[in-house]
């Protein structure tokens, strides 16, 4: 299963989707099965965009004062046997992984943040982090095109991805790409 993840989306007000940065992101999430937003949507037209290239859950972040049946402060799914945790703010994730797994209500597999605008892909302890940093803002950077996060899941296996989409004229993309694999 291919899931696009993606955060902190942060469109100032006229901005209504993200076609507005170019076709990057159009491109990224026509190949998902399912796209997770791990929070600072800001507005429900961004799940809207997203849900024509697939079903979209998402984690409420602290500029989201948006009700939507798509979001929770917290999201827990099972894929293909691994359990998967989203939460907008996972404070500090170098902590050791039983700290972070006190922020989910079951032990997790695979933990998905957001908030800092900063990518974070790692595996400790049995457990992904991913953190796939702001499509929008990255690293607090002005409007432009950032980074987005790829999970390839099967039963054995899962290959993280953290993906630069692109260039916006005259605004350099700041983002790191990472690759990472895990086996069970």
């Not at 965009?49 to 500029?63: D, H, I, K, R, Y």
């Not at 695979?110 to 974070?120: K, L, N, P, R």
Request: hydrophobic content about 40%; overall charge negative.
């Amino acid at each position: 299963m291919r899931i696009a993840v993606l955060s902190d989306s942060h469109l100032p007000g006229a901005l209504r989707s993200l076609d507005a940065l170019g076709k990057e992101p159009e491109e990224f999430f026509a190949a998902a099965e399912l796209i997770l937003h791990s929070g600072d949507v800001t507005s429900p037209s961004i799940l809207d965009w997203l849900e024509q290239f697939a079903p979209v859950l998402c984690s409420t972040g602290n500029n989201d004062p948006i009700a939507d049946d798509r979001s929770n402060e917290i999201q827990i799914l099972t894929i293909l046997g691994w359990t998967i945790g989203m939460i907008h703010s996972l404070p500090r994730t170098e902590r050791p992984i039983p700290e972070l797994q006190a922020y989910f209500p079951e032990p997790v597999d695979i933990m998905i943040c957001g908030h800092t605008h900063q990518e974070v892909l790692e595996s400790r302890d049995e457990v992904l982090i991913m953190n796939s940093g702001s499509i929008t803002f990255p690293r607090h950077k002005d409007l432009r095109l950032g980074t987005v996060g790829l999970l390839d899941i099967t039963e054995t296996t899962v290959h993280a991805n953290i993906i630069c989409l692109g260039e916006t004229k005259g605004k350099p993309n700041p983002g790191t790409e990472i690759a990472l694999t895990i086996h069970r």
